[in-house]
Each structure stands twice: as C-alpha cells, then as structure tokens.
C-alpha cells in the first residue's frame, strides 16, 4: 500500500514538472513569436531636419515681423526670438553751454529659432532668400533615425510582453513590484521617444540669423561736462581776488590765536641779545694800562 502511494505521489510531481516545462516553452514561444512580429514590420522611413541660415536684411524689426507672419502661415510656430543692438562707435559733439551732440554707430542683429512642417522647409528657405540682401550662409542637415525608431518600437512590444508573464505570474513580491513598474516606466519611456521621433520628423527645426548694416543715430543731450557750466574768465578772475582777501583774512584771524607765543617769544629774543651784547662788550674789553 505504502508503496503504491508513493509511485503515484512520484507520478504526481513528474506531471506537475511537465506541465510547468511545457508552460515556460509556451510562454517563450509566444515572446519569440511577438519578437518576430516587430522584427519583420516593415523599416519605415524616419528623417529629421534641421537648417540654418544667416543673411543680412534692410531691417531687421520689419524683417522679423515677416518671419512671423510666414512662419505662421505655413503653420509653423516661432520657438525662440532676440533682438540685438552693440554700439559699434559712439562720440559726443558740443553745441552749446549746455547740450552735445550725440552720434552713435549701432549694429542690429536678430536671432530666431522656429518649428517648420517639413514639407515646406524647401518653399519658407526660399521665401527667406527673398527677404535678405543676400544669404551669408544656409546649411540643411538630415538624420536618418529609422533604425532608433524600430529598436524603440522592438523594445517596447518586448516590455509589454514582459508585463503580461508578470500579471500572469503575480505575487506580492516586492521583487515583482519593482521589476514591473521598471519595465512600465521603461516602456513608456521608449513610447515617449517615439513620439518625439514622429515630432521631429513632422516639424523641421530652422535657427535664422539676420542683421543689417551699421545704423547711424544723432540726438541732443544735456552736456555732462561741469566744467562748461562755470563763469566766464573775468568773472571767475574778480571772484578769485575776493576768494584771495577773504583768505588772507582767515590767516590773520588764524595767526592772532597765537599772540601771546609771538609776545614771549618777542620778549625772549629781546632778553637773549642783551645778556649776548653784554657777554660780548666783556670779551673785547681793553686790558687797563699801567
């Protein structure tokens, strides 16, 4: 009896490997066969562009005010915009006592990042060259990202493939938790990529540069010179003559502070020469005869 329970128990076990076996063959199978299915979907074409110009204008205000209305137009969208003005010269001529003459040299430059749909890329470059004096430069560069776009595409049907064997298989591992929610943030991720692959092809990335030549502006300004603001030469010559005695004064009143060190000194020197004039009568005195 013992021995019968146990043969079946060993069937038991040989079944439930088996089926176990059987199970992760199918489970790879059906992985493999979702592999292939990408794997053999036609590699659609993926083309980003991005162009840049530089060109000078007549006016580069007026001129950005056309870009805008073009870009808009073709239905594009203006991404980034500056205006530059850098003084190149600037000099200060004196037309009166208190005013100059101000000439300035400036230099405007104008910088423009802007979102194009592809296929009018050709049409608005074309529309730009009308707008400028002439084209410093243009430039055009594509980059094929077919291949980044189908390995995005591989990647994210083998995460969700990967999500389903999890939920299949679900425990409240915390092991589990993790890797599932890793492999659903990744798939999004390579989702997200996709999609900023299918906007890149879609709009074309266009970086203008455009200035014009040096602007030459004159305007009045108060004169910041102090020293034209002053009398004239008389004038300031008298009031120097007043400036002199009211000095002159201030060093008498400054000097009698001090009378009585000039009356003692006074005194002493007076005290000094006598007994030096006596010593002196002494030392060349005859000597008395006989």
Known sequence: ???????????????????????AESADYTATAALDTVSNNQLVEKM????????RVKDVQRTKAELSNTIKKQGGLVMEFSLNSTIQKTDKVKLSADSLKEITSYRKEGYL??????????????????????????????EDKSL????????????????EQIKKVATKKGSNVESS????????????????????????????????????????VANDNLY?????????????????????????LFLSRFWL?????????????????KQSEKTFLPPPSN
């Open 1 to 23: 009896m013992k021995r019968h329970f146990a043969i079946v128990a060993l069937a038991a076990i040989v079944f439930a490997g088996c089926n176990a076996e059987h199970k």
């Open 48 to 55: 980003t562009k991005t162009a840049d110009m530089r060109f």
């Open 113 to 142: 990042v802007a979102r194009i749909p592809s296929a009018e890329l050709d049409e608005f470059t074309d529309q730009i060259a009308g707008m400028a004096v002439f084209v410093d430069n243009q430039s055009l560069k594509m």
């Open 148 to 163: 980044a776009y189908l390995e995005n595409s591989m990647k994210s049907a083998n995460r969700q493939e990967a999500v």
């Open 181 to 220: 929610l890793y492999i659903k943030d990744d798939y999004v991720n390579k989702k997200i990529e996709n999609l900023s692959i299918d906007k890149q092809v879609k709009f074309s990335t266009i970086t203008l540069n455009f200035y014009q030549d040096n602007t030459v502006k004159t305007m009045t």
């Open 228 to 252: 034209d603001y002053q009398p004239g030469f008389f004038n300031r010559l008298a009031l120097n003559f007043v400036d002199g005695w009211m000095y002159f004064k201030e060093f008498i």
């Open 261 to 277: 060190f000039f009356a003692v000194g006074l005194g002493a020197f007076f005290v000094i020469r006598y007994y030096t004039k």
